[in-house]
């Protein structure tokens, strides 16, 4: 089982368009939750075609929250399709694949704090029932992702690209994680996602100068990233173009090193780090 959080130090460096293109390739049922406390709502006006969801996601989970009603294991029944629009199924593996949306209004952060636990439990549940978690973090935080989210996740990933810009804003933001023992007080494995890897720096070059492992690499590929940010139709070989082939290797790759991660920590496998997960080739 995994649940995986994927976070950015600053700018634009694909983590909703990682996620998207993950969740869609991923091998087994999973719930991509959208829990970015400066929203944007950028899933819904690109890819899902500006869909209105007003009674779905977190904001009917608040609801739900006011009312003192459980919310634990409504995340499911608050979550719309994300294979197709008409279907949460994906008609090629059978796998469902749902989207939990996000906040509607700047200040809904503040107010949902409280109920932050409840739905790390309810991530906790769906995980150990079968479904896996991808969720988008948005932008670090002085503190990092949300503690209860950091609590549950198995895997909290740093998106950057592999320019100067992108590697001096993660300089700035990924050692405080490090520094305050937020990852070691949660247990949660630290790794980096790498756009755009090569251009111009490498994977391996980064890895060293963070002292932290590259755990999935997304190729650059703008006509297909257009598809998952902006909503455009995709074209007939759109499944085999370079973006969601190397999101698939990932999603594929992550999720078998993740079991075997947690058969290790189980006591049923053999305790080997998590490793890169090439995906540019």
């Not at 479904?131 to 209860?148: E, K, Q, S, W, Y």
């Amino acid at each position: 089982m995994a649940i995986i959080l994927l976070s950015s130090c600053t700018g634009s460096p694909g983590v909703t368009t990682t996620a998207l293109g993950l969740a869609l390739n991923w091998p087994r049922d999973v719930l991509l939750v959208d829990a970015d406390r400066d929203p944007a709502q950028a899933l819904e006006a690109g890819f899902l075609g500006g869909a209105p969801q007003a009674e779905a996601g977190l904001m009917a989970l608040a609801q739900l929250h006011r009312e003192r009603r459980p919310i634990g294991g409504e995340l499911l029944s608050c979550s719309v399709p994300l294979a197709r629009p008409e279907d949460d199924v994906d008609e090629t593996t059978g796998d469902s694949k749902r989207f939990l949306p996000g906040f509607t209004n700047p200040r809904s952060a503040l107010l949902f704090a409280p109920a932050w636990q409840h739905v790390a439990d309810g991530l906790i549940a769906l995980d150990a029932a079968g479904t896996d978690v991808i969720v988008d973090c948005g932008r670090l935080g002085p503190d990092g992702p949300v503690a209860p989210l950091m609590d549950a996740a198995d895997v909290l990933l740093i998106c950057i690209r592999s320019t100067l810009r992108s590697l001096a804003a993660a300089r700035l933001h990924i050692p405080p994680l490090l520094e305050h023992s937020i990852v070691e007080q949660h247990q949660t494995q630290l790794g980096l996602a790498v756009i755009d890897a090569g251009n111009p720096y490498g994977s391996a070059e980064i890895s060293k100068h963070f002292k932290l492992p590259v755990l999935v690499e997304v190729a650059r590929d703008n006509r297909s990233a257009r598809v998952l940010s902006d909503g455009e139709p995709p074209t007939r070989r759109f499944a085999n173009d370079p973006l969601m082939r190397h999101c698939r290797t990932a999603a594929e790759s992550l999720r078998e090193q993740l079991n075997r991660r947690s058969e290790a920590i189980s006591g049923s496998g053999s305790a080997d780090d998590l490793i890169l997960v090439g995906v540019a080739g």
